[in-house]
């Protein structure tokens, strides 16, 4: 490769690429064509394949749902969806882009292919247990899709009773059934991580020596398996009130509503930082590859992780400000959820510090991670304005609240996902992609998501409360900025699909390690062979261990 | 009055102002937090672009003092923020006991009004400027909120548990009145208008107004329709405590506890009378939770804290 390790795959080619490359031929992909070879297979690594098409997959799915949101935001009055056709299209994104799309984007892609490639190891430690968490998010999936499509469901993604018990339209069981399903195949993707990172490293390969993708892997795990539990719990709960009258969250029967918001939101409070520490982690290899650097304060930033799974389990309460929860508690809870900011704030002070006296490239993956960053500190500080009381009063249930989640779910937790897709695509393929549509897509994603979110923070202070598609003509021009962007973005997030899928047939081959990067999964063939290491790595150095000197540095 | 882009919000108190003061702050301790990391973001990406030929040499990569002080310096910062903010929210939960009193029933999917004298609205609420107003708000379906935007206020409303919320209208107007929380079908249309008036506009407002009977009143009717008088006036054949004067004072109950008899109570007491049965009394007492709705509940209470200036 020629040093700056760009430009080479710009070049107008003479000769056309091989079909296919030695690589290839004895990579996991070969391993076999037909469908029953991908669907019987126990390979962490066609595993997380199938996981990558059947995410995106629900991606679009979930995108159209929001096309129609957008669409409808228009005009101030409802004219393209009724009021029940608006709540279903709402509680359909929600639902889909966080159990379908959100949870199991990075940890169930880049998270299985390439854990056990980062710690020197064969497989996961449970691969059948890999393959039939695919099969429950499947099923799960598909079960959900064909009951909001044919029954329907408006409850909106958080099913507050006594508006989802008592009171539900639609199939509201069957949709929580389909939600209960597809947490026990979150629960198993954690105990595989755990145990895999426990029990299966490399000799050599020490906890201070991890990847900080894999530092926040294993975080991520440790909420999965204690979060997803009281989701399921609630559910059961919820089914037992249905079902056989035990007074649990309905007062009429005894119960209290508010009981079920704080059980909902134990679970999906973490369940935010189970969509970004991935992210997170996706990030902190982005920027030090890029920069070939070691990154700087490894254990503050390894550490800030954990931090970040831990106080997230203490700061559900700022759901519910406002909803009749004691003062004091309220007060509690937002002294804590400005507490998370520090971890978070390490991380994003650290990155900027590993850049200095870098050696940058400023390929699509690390545009790609400064939207990131970009992205994720205006979601981040929009939170913690959130978690002031006073301006939550105002804000809470507005489109402030929209913006700063999807600033972090979209901005943050999307926009790394692909960078972790343009960033590992060879390893994953062993092909190419051409790197200026890569930058084009990703400046395009980074305009467009700003274009629809921004003034969505603006709508919120101004008094426009979310889940509402009549609204007041004043916020008319704002919700046009907002829908404008979101056919930008719309754009920037289907040019990948036509590059990335051209690359697999056109695309250069890749070299084993094409961006010169540090780590055991560049240490292998592009794409790796079915048994990952031809014999059992031996680490011996700390990691993103760049060469201190640089050819072009002077002084 | 904030704006953007065509749309403006007034501030209609002053509790308006000082969370707007609060936002506008925060939001400038944001830039001075996060515009160091752009910045340097670009400078570095451009300065050290690979290729480059720039001086590398002994690139740092730990700096304990420099990571502790990046932690801990904002967070201190934004503590301070959060101690003025945690002020104005207490400020929010301090009723004033002059308060013009006014119920409140949501429903799907509207909103229905009724002041101290017996006049109704629904969707619109108009209320004196300068008066301190406290709406005592009940669900009689799923949870609600109701939010007026120019008041920077919203507060949640629970079935089966009685919300106050408490201000200070400053600024006569016409305000938009939204329910924030999402409530089903026709969430997107049940709000109104929040008119805030002269108080001698108030006055004559209330004389044109629609005026049924009192809360009161209609509780003293419903007292002797729904049959409570026959068990709870004094010398009956079935023994059941006197309401009389019970309002606001501590009521023995079985199981030893002795809470206060306030709205919550009284409401439950009325709904579910087997929840807390009163010392030296069997449960006998129907249960009226699917007999009467929350209006009428409201108007018993009222009968039973009458009751007690009554006595006095």
């Keep these: 490769m020629n040093a700056s390790g760009e430009g080479l795959h710009d070049a107008p080619r003479e000769v056309d690429p091989p079909r296919r490359t030695p690589a290839e031929a004895s990579s996991y992909i070969a391993d076999g064509y037909s469908l029953r070879s991908w669907f019987v297979t126990t390979d962490h690594k066609r595993v997380a394949v199938l996981y990558l098409v059947s995410i995106t997959a629900f991606f679009f799915i979930g995108a159209c749902a929001a096309a129609l949101i957008r669409l409808e935001l228009l005009t101030p009055a409802g004219d393209l969806l009724t009021n029940e056709g608006y709540n279903r299209a709402f509680t359909l994104h929600g639902v889909v882009m966080i159990w379908f799309f959100l949870i199991p984007s990075i940890p169930n892609v880049f998270g299985n292919f390439l854990l056990p490639l980062m710690i020197g190891a064969r497989d996961l430690a449970f691969p059948r247990l890999n393959l039939l968490s695919w099969y429950i998010y499947v099923f799960a999936g598909l079960f959900t899709l064909y009951v909001l499509l044919t029954g329907g469901v408006d409850t909106g993604w958080t099913f507050y009773t006594p508006l989802s018990s008592t009171y539900a339209n639609g199939h509201v069981m069957a949709a929580l059934t389909a939600v209960f399903i597809v947490g026990w195949s979150s629960i198993l993707t954690g105990i595989n991580f755990i145990v895999t990172v426990h029990k299966l490293r490399a000799p050599g390969m020490t906890w201070g020596r991890l990847p900080l993708f894999v530092w926040a892997h294993y975080a991520t795990a440790l909420i999965l398996v204690l979060a997803t539990p009281v989701l399921t719990i609630t559910l059961i709960l919820i089914a037992l009130e249905r079902l056989l009258g035990i007074g649990i969250f309905d007062p009429s029967l005894g119960g209290d509503p508010l009981l079920f918001q704080h059980l909902f939101w134990f679970y999906s409070h973490p369940a935010v930082y189970i969509m970004v520490l991935p992210a997170l982690g996706v990030v902190s290899e982005l920027v030090a590859a890029a920069a070939r650097k070691k990154i700087f304060g490894y254990w503050f930033v390894a550490y800030s992780s954990i931090a970040i799974a831990v106080i997230g389990f203490f700061v559900w309460g700022h759901h519910m400000f406002v909803s009749g929860q004691s003062m004091y508690a309220s007060t509690i809870f937002s002294f804590l959820s400005l507490l998370v900011a520090v971890p978070s704030a390490i991380k994003v002070y650290n990155w900027t510090a590993t850049l200095y006296k870098g050696s940058i490239a400023l390929n699509a993956a690390f545009l790609f991670a400064m939207g990131f960053i970009g992205l994720f500190v205006l979601g981040g500080l929009s939170g913690l304005m959130l978690a002031m009381l006073a301006i939550d009063v105002h804000v809470h249930d507005t489109y402030f609240v929209v913006a700063h989640f999807h600033y972090i779910m979209v901005g943050g937790a999307v926009t790394a996902f692909l960078g972790a897709v343009h960033f590992w695509w060879p390893k994953m393929f062993g092909r190419m992609y051409n790197e200026t549509w890569g930058r084009i897509s990703a400046a395009l994603i980074f305009l467009g998501f700003n274009l629809t979110f921004f003034p969505q923070f603006l709508l919120g202070y101004l008094g426009m409360p979310r889940r509402y598609h009549v609204y007041p003509p004043e916020f008319q021009a704002l919700h046009v900025l907002s829908s404008s962007g979101a056919f930008i973005l719309g754009l920037g997030y289907g040019l990948p699909l036509i590059y990335l899928f051209y690359s697999l047939r056109h695309g250069d081959p890749a070299e084993p390690n094409p961006w010169g990067a540090t780590g055991l999964e560049w240490t292998v063939p592009s794409p790796p062979p079915t048994h990952n290491f031809e014999e059992v790595p031996r680490v011996e150095n700390e990691p993103y261990d760049y060469a201190l000197r640089h050819d072009e540095s002077i002084g | ?312």
């Design chain 2, 1 to 312: 009055m904030m704006g953007w882009f065509g749309a403006t919000l007034p501030e209609a108190s002053s509790h308006a102002v000082r969370v707007d003061l609060l936002a506008a702050a925060f939001s400038a301790l944001t830039v001075v937090l996060t515009l160091p990391v752009f910045v340097l973001i670009l400078v570095f990406a451009i300065r050290y672009r690979r290729g480059k030929a720039v001086n590398r040499e002994h690139a740092p990569d730990r700096n304990i003092w420099l990571e502790v002080s990046w932690s801990v310096i904002p967070f201190v910062l934004i503590l301070g923020f959060f101690i003025f903010s945690a002020r104005i929210f207490f400020d929010l939960h301090r009723p004033s006991p002059s308060a013009l009193s006014i119920n409140v029933v949501a429903r799907q999917w509207m909103w229905k009004f009724q002041h101290p004298g017996g006049q109704r609205e629904i969707n619109e609420l108009h209320l004196p400027a300068d008066q301190p107003v406290s709406l005592t708000m009940a669900s009689q379906d799923v949870i609600h909120s109701l939010y007026v935007p120019a008041l920077r206020l919203k507060q949640d409303v629970v079935p089966g548990q009685y919300a106050t919320l408490s201000f200070t209208a400053t600024r006569p107007g016409i305000y938009h009145l939204h329910c924030a929380e999402y409530c089903g079908s026709d969430h997107a249309v049940m709000g109104g208008r929040l008119i805030v008036m002269a108080p001698r506009d108030y006055a004559a407002w209330l004389g044109h107004a629609d005026r049924a009977t009192t809360p009161a009143a209609a509780g003293a009717k419903l007292y002797r329709q729904l049959g409570c008088s026959a068990c709870h006036a004094q010398g009956s054949s079935v023994p059941a405590p006197s309401l009389a004067g019970i309002s606001g004072r501590r009521v023995r109950l079985t199981d030893g506890s002795t809470p206060i008899a306030d709205r919550q109570y009284l409401h439950d007491a009325i709904l579910y009378p087997n929840r807390h049965v009163v010392a030296g009394y069997r449960p006998v007492m129907p249960v009226y939770a699917r007999l009467i709705d929350e209006e009428q509940t409201t108007a018993l209470i009222a009968w039973i804290e009458a009751m007690k200036e009554e006595r006095r």
